[in-house]
C-alpha cells in the first residue's frame, strides 16, 4: 500500500547564515504548502526535501522546524496549492 502524500506549509523563509553570509532558500516562501518528498536526519538536525524545489543546490534539505503539518483532507489546502500553482506557473517549478 502507498504512503500517504505529506503536505506542509513553511513558516519560516528566512535565511540562514552560513559563516556569516545569508544562504539562499531556492524559491522557499512562507505560506506555501509544499508536498514532501524526503524526510530524515541530516548533520543531526531532522529535516525535509521538498517535491516543489527539486535541484536546490548539493540537494540539500531544509531544517523541518521551517514547516508545519497540513491537513491534507481539508479543500482549504487544495485551493492553496491551486493558487500556489498559479502563482508560480512559469518559474521553472
Known sequence: MAEPVKLVECIDDRPELINGIPGTMD????????????EGWFRGSLCIKVVEIP????????FAHRFRPVDGR?????RAIIETAKATEGEGV
Open 27 to 38: 524559491g522557499l516562501r512562507k505560506g506555501k504548502i509544499y508536498v514532501v518528498r524526503w
Open 74 to 78: 481539508k479543500i482549504d489546502v487544495f
Open 55 to 62: 535541484n536546490r543546490k548539493y540537494d540539500c534539505p531544509y
